[in-house]
């Protein structure tokens, strides 16, 4: 069973998604075969077994027909029909997850067949709820879109001025809808080229048309469409790295329109002021930082920093990496202990160890760093990284300096080996490099000079804050040069 579709959609419900849908599998409405749910309470029996595939086809054919040799097709065909039931059970857990869009189904059924009242009781009730207390996003639109599909289709025979004025309607939500589907577009092509080393030149058809059409309508997007000029701001921000008026334009438009957003829509916008302010830091803007820290705390405060149920490790160790750069200890602290669960199962031994390192480090505490550090595993390029710029700064903290240059070495010639990391990260790297040797010259030949406000306002430096910390100890404790 393991790896298989049916263990992996399983194994992804929450406890109430999964107690719940032995409920759903007693209505005979929807399942009439009673091996099924046999079937299913064998898994709940043994879920603990589902990740490990320890539970095998033959056992579970066993218990139900004790009787019956091993039959592969008949299995297969249960298993089968039990993934599909599963799979209905999904389908009605997001409609009631979206009651709007339930509503426009049954709004639809209604029309089918000619059930009036209900339909013009139900129109009032979609309207209202899509008026009062609004959530506006795509999906909004695409609501709005679909509502007013359904009412043009409900009032086809008789063209009145109620007629007129809904075609309109339609072409406004359709028109918004578009808008934002081609600012998120934009919005991932810019992603796509800053985050790889492929050459990726994809048109967006249109989409000067679409900024023309929002500039020029700029004051109206922004008082009754805030959704569209968010993600216009979006946009914006990310065009110009040299102009950051759009991200605190962005960042004040958010924070005064915030209730207005639901929790996709404010990750969505906030994570993408975070990797905003991220380039910026590297582009040598340090004073963001307050603001990655403060992003990351609210997202946390609200549970929508990390939305599956596995975290994102990168992204987490990002998180902990800029933080720490705060001293934020305590902070990153709490963080790791409310998400070292949430780690996939391959990562979370050295992503909790990686953690710990930067955390005892940040305290001082070298040795006890060190030892964490040696417990990371190089799963890939971004914990080999990690793992080894902290050893540098480990071994400097401890005077190990003959053993730097051995992992300088080493790191260089991981990086001609790997075409996969980032050209943004590979420029950071070289350039902590450069200027570790120059540190480690100026510990060693008192004639050596550093400056730290040069490597503050550098762009592109790892650990550019713990560099310039150990430049400024070592003009306080060595001899001005002659």
Partial sequence: MKDT??????????KIEFRNLEEFLLSPFFNKNQNILKLYYIFKDNYHLLSTGEIQQEIIFRQIFPKEKFDDVKSRKLLSNFTKLVEQYLIILELENNKVNTNIILLNAFKDRNINKSFESLKQIILKEKTQGIKMNEKYYQDMVNLYAQMLSYHADTISSEYEILISKLEEAQNYKFIISKLNINYLISYVKNNSNKNFNQRNWV?????KFVEKNKKEIKEYHPVVYLHYLNYKMTQDDENINSYYEMKEFIENHIDELDKASVRFFLMNMNNYCVKLYWNGNNDVLHDILRINSYLDSRDILFMDKKVNANNFLTVVNLSLKLNATQWVDTFLNKYKDRFPDELKESTVYLTLARILTAKKEFDKALFALGKVKYINYFYYINSKLLLCKLYYELNYLKEISSIIESI?????RNENIPLAMNKAINNFLSYLKK??????NPNE???SEEILKSSYVAEKEWLA???KELLHSLPKAS
């Fill in 412 to 416: 260089k010639q991981f990086q001609k």
């Fill in 439 to 444: 540190l480690v010259r100026m510990k060693m």
């Fill in 207 to 211: 989409f000067e048309d679409v900024i």
């Fill in 5 to 14: 579709k049916l263990a992996e959609i399983l194994l992804k419900l929450t």
């Fill in 469 to 471: 910390e150990k430049v």
């Fill in 449 to 451: 000079r550093l400056s």
